[in-house]
């Protein structure tokens, strides 16, 4: 499985930004699909997860209600529209994907993307 994450920049504070995370290389219909993000200095954390069929989502509480996952299962998809960033937010974006039908424990999830930096200035 190779994932491809894109969609990040320089963005001013309250902007937006939508990344998205192509896969290739087998179907991720039956995965839980997530977004991680790493600061500087800083463990990779927890942002969003999309279960296999949509049906749950789960928030980090620092992201809940500003940021929103969805996945498009026929394009092998998923994105992360962010909106309201704070200058919080600016960390590299890892997406991530797990065979488990829902998780959102990191170490559960096997297959990685290369990361897309998003930079939030104040």
């Known amino acids: 499985v190779q994932l491809q994450a894109s969609g990040g920049g320089l963005v001013q504070a309250g902007g937006s930004l939508r990344l998205s995370c192509a896969a290739s290389?087998?179907?991720?219909?039956?995965?839980?699909m997530g977004w991680f993000r790493q600061a500087p200095e800083k463990e990779r954390e927890f942002v969003a997860i999309?279960?296999?069929?949509?049906?749950?989502?789960y928030y980090a509480d620092s992201v809940k209600g500003r940021f929103t996952i969805s996945r498009d299962n026929a394009k092998n998809t998923v994105y992360l529209q962010m909106n309201s960033l704070k200058p919080e937010d600016t960390a590299v974006y890892y997406c991530a994907a797990s065979p488990r039908s829902y998780t959102l424990m990191l170490n559960e999830f096997p297959y990685w993307g290369q990361g897309t930096l998003v930079t939030v200035s104040s």
């Open positions: 999309s279960s296999w069929n949509s049906a749950s989502t």
């Open positions: 290389g087998r179907t991720m219909t039956s995965y839980t």
